[in-house]
């Protein structure tokens, strides 16, 4: 699947709705399902500021040629990631999952952990500084969920490196140019996440 390859300006917006289905009863009472597999998508207002003619040009060109209906990626602004050598546990020799976590910002502390999903290659997986082979000596989940063959031993530093990005199947249905003074424009866009 084609990535959209521009970056939007700073502002960008991001709107959550949820699909829900209400079954309405007597006396006010109603029930709320969520509407598909994937309830929550996202909708994002995006900004590309004072853009030099060329860039707003092949833009509106990558636009029309997915014409509101033939999706494509979209790197979510600011979630890019990397880590090299990020402990993700200790082995006891007993226990066989665990999850890889990373730092919610690169400069976070400690306890600010969230889950290490996201990456286009598999993270490098180190036991004891050992690189280990996936689907040999682990295996390993998109949500980060690794399963050891054998539990690491006691005292075992257990790390990885990676790197990724949130990255969302999406439609543009709407887009705007507005030539802002001499080969100086503005575009406005709004991408729709699809489901599935």
């Known amino acids: ?33 969520e509407d598909g597999a994937r309830g929550l998508l996202q909708r994002w207002s995006l900004q590309f500021t004072a853009r030099r003619k060329s860039e707003a040009d092949a833009l509106d060109a990558f636009l029309r040629a997915h014409r509101g209906v033939a999706a494509f990626e979209f790197v979510v602004p600011d979630s890019a990631w990397a880590v090299t050598g990020q402990v993700f546990g200790t082995g006891d020799g007993a226990r066989t999952q665990f999850l890889l976590q990373r730092p919610l910002a690169p400069d976070a502390t ?20 050992v690189l280990l082979a996936v689907g040999t000596d682990y295996a390993l989940a998109s949500s980060g969920l690794i399963t050891f063959v054998a539990a690491p031993p006691a005292g075992a530093q257990l790390t990885f490196s990676a790197a990724g990005a949130q990255v969302l199947r999406v439609v543009c249905e709407r887009w705007t140019s507005t ?18």
């Open 1 to 33: 699947m084609e990535r959209f390859p521009f970056t939007p300006s700073w502002g960008a917006q991001l709107e959550s709705q949820p699909r829900v289905r209400k079954a309405q009863f007597g006396e006010g009472y109603s029930q709320r399902s």
């Open 110 to 129: 400690v306890g600010e952990l969230v889950p290490a999903v996201g990456w286009e290659v598999a993270p490098l997986v180190y036991r004891a500084g």
């Open 179 to 196: 030539l802002k003074g001499f080969n100086a424009y503005d575009v406005t866009a709004e991408f729709l996440e699809e489901a599935g």
